[in-house]
């Protein structure tokens, strides 16, 4: 088994010792995806976790007859933790967007994983924390942001730093999904991305969005928090 058709590249279990993985890695059954294909269908029963030692995976539900994106799975990270933990069925469904590897573990090897090895545990206590921020924070936009704000503050979100250390989104997603995260539609994301860059908010360049006052964006969304 090579390198990236192992555990040991996923975050969470890099305190355990080779064995240790190595026996995870024989637990586990490993799939090859393709761009398109689901992984995950919504309300899916099972109690399994999925990781992802390659490629990349998005988390969508329905909502008012359409999909929106709630975030993407990369490399090194996993999915299915709260369906592991409650026995509950899955509330979202998982699409595979390039060519993915993924391993599936029974929740109770998982759970006793847990129990044997406090910093796994942790790494998941730290993991569902920050999922409950990403999702209050996108709970708050939703509720006292327009479609305007909630754009911009997605395009912070999928910056990285570029030319004179302005974000730069790159590539830059389709109008159409940018719409499905920030739970709006294409239209009024072209409409909001032709204003924005009239007014000099943003550039939009071949293969990328600069935002160019970064700085003034950043301080627009902090006030929007404030209200």
Same mark, same amino acid.
């Given at each position: 088994?090579?390198?990236?058709?192992?555990?040991?590249?996923?975050?969470?279990?890099?305190?355990?010792?080779?064995?240790?993985?190595?026996?995870?890695?024989?637990?586990?059954?490993?799939?090859?995806?393709?761009?398109?294909?689901?992984?995950?269908?919504?309300?899916?029963?099972?109690?399994?976790?999925?990781?992802?030692?390659?490629?990349?995976?998005?988390?969508?539900?329905?909502?008012?007859?359409?999909?929106?994106?709630?975030?993407? *799975? %990369?490399?090194?990270?996993?999915?299915?933790? +709260?369906? !592991?933990?409650?026995?509950? $069925?899955? #509330?979202?469904?998982?699409?595979?967007?390039?060519?993915?590897?993924?391993?599936?573990?029974?929740?109770?090897?998982?759970?006793?994983?847990?129990?044997?090895?406090?910093?796994?545990?942790?790494?998941? *206590? %730290?993991?569902?924390?920050?999922?409950?921020? +990403?999702? !209050?924070?996108?709970?708050? $936009?939703? #509720?006292?942001?327009?479609?305007?704000?909630?754009?911009?503050?997605?395009?912070?979100?999928?910056?990285?730093?570029?030319?004179?250390?302005?974000?730069?989104?790159?590539?830059?997603?389709?109008?159409?999904?940018?719409?499905?995260?920030?739970?709006?539609?294409?239209? !009024?994301?072209?409409?909001?991305?032709?204003?924005?860059?009239?007014?000099?908010?943003?550039?939009?360049?071949?293969?990328?969005?600069?935002?160019?006052?970064?700085?003034?964006?950043?301080?627009?969304?902090?006030?929007?928090?404030?209200?």
């Amino acid at each position: 088994m090579s390198r990236v058709e192992s555990l040991a590249t996923i975050p969470i279990f890099r305190s355990l010792p080779d064995q240790a993985v190595a026996e995870l890695d024989r637990a586990c059954i490993w799939r090859s995806v393709d761009p398109g294909a689901w992984v995950l269908d919504y309300k899916a029963a099972g109690q399994e976790l999925y990781f992802v030692p390659r490629g990349h995976l998005r988390v969508v539900v329905p909502a008012a007859g359409r999909d929106i994106i709630l975030r993407d *799975l %990369r490399d090194g990270d996993f999915f299915g933790e +709260l369906a !592991a933990i409650d026995g509950r $069925e899955g #509330s979202a469904g998982i699409m595979a967007v390039t060519s993915s590897i993924v391993a599936r573990l029974a929740a109770p090897r998982f759970t006793d994983l847990l129990h044997q090895h406090a910093e796994v545990c942790d790494y998941l *206590l %730290r993991h569902l924390a920050g999922q409950v921020r +990403l999702l !209050a924070n996108k709970i708050n $936009e939703q #509720s006292t942001m327009n479609v305007r704000e909630r754009l911009l503050a997605e395009l912070l979100r999928l910056s990285t730093g570029g030319v004179s250390s302005m974000p730069v989104v790159s590539p830059p997603p389709t109008h159409a999904e940018l719409g499905a995260r920030i739970g709006s539609n294409r239209e !009024a994301v072209t409409r909001e991305l032709n204003i924005m860059t009239r007014q000099g908010l943003i550039e939009r360049r071949r293969g990328a969005i600069v935002l160019v006052k970064s700085d003034y964006i950043r301080a627009l969304l902090d006030a929007c928090a404030e209200l």
